[in-house]
């Protein structure tokens, strides 16, 4: 089944008619998750529009979470997780109404993360902690903070799946895809939540081998941002009742 799009004559909504075309790809499987779009002007040609009504379909199919953008070596626009992008669409929902708190998402984080950097302490590999590792070369790398956000929650959804155990991987990526899509709703596009010292920390821990101090570093890492993220919950959830019907 080829993969090219149509092309568009209408001079009427182009931009929209892309942004349908593309979501409607991504929708019905054509576009994996993870798989890279075509580039700007190749989408341009296939379409037969301009390079700026693409680049505008782009810009309005990442600001839904439809995509995302890398940058540097092999970057360009990558369908994101289709299960995230659920999330996403009805996250700012689920917190307006109170549904989803900062203190449920830290409490199945301290259950849960500090039996899993144990079980990764003794379990991961040399090559997990190759990968590892260049998640953190790559945070210091960049500093976009879509990105970073991303690299963030990614380096603890690698030590869930370093650690052994392939349920706690799967509950550890569910619960990093919740935080990191909580965090995009409440939480200043140009701030990192995290102290940005922390993940080296652990993972030196972790390298050591030193369980210990591995999961001493991963509660204090969790519990040090609870007052901030409260504070931008209440923050958030002010602003959203000012807003007007």
Not at 2 to 16: C, E, R, T, V
Not at 38 to 65: D, M, Y
Not at 137 to 160: M, P, W
Request: glycine share 4%; hydrophobic share 40%.
């Amino acid at each position: 089944m080829s993969k090219d799009f149509k092309n568009i004559n209408d001079a009427n909504s182009l931009s929209w008619k892309v942004e349908k075309a593309i979501k409607e790809a991504i929708i019905s499987g054509k576009y994996q998750s993870g798989e890279q779009l075509p580039g700007e002007i190749e989408l341009s040609n296939q379409f037969g529009v301009s390079r700026p009504v693409v680049r505008e379909a782009i810009k309005s199919l990442k600001s839904r979470c439809f995509l995302e953008i890398r940058r540097g070596k092999g970057g360009g626009s990558y369908i994101s997780d289709l299960n995230q992008l659920f999330f996403k669409e009805n996250f700012a929902d689920l917190i307006r109404l109170n549904r989803i708190k900062v203190d449920h998402l830290v409490q199945a984080r301290l259950f849960l993360e500090p039996e899993v950097v144990k079980l990764s302490v003794v379990n991961a590999t040399d090559q997990d902690l190759h990968t590892i590792k260049n998640n953190l070369l790559e945070f210091d790398e960049t500093t976009d903070t879509d990105i970073r956000v991303r690299l963030s929650s990614e380096f603890h959804k690698l030590i869930g799946r370093s650690c052994g155990n392939p349920l706690y991987s799967i509950l550890m990526d569910s619960i990093m895809d919740f935080y990191e899509a909580y965090i995009r709703v409440i939480k200043p596009a140009t701030e990192i939540l995290n102290n940005v010292e922390d993940h080296p920390r652990i993972f030196d821990a972790m390298a050591k081998r030193d369980a210990e101090n591995a999961i001493r570093l991963v509660k204090r890492h969790i519990t040090t941002t609870i007052d901030r993220m409260i504070k931008m919950e209440k923050t958030y959830l002010r602003l959203v009742k000012k807003q007007p019907k």
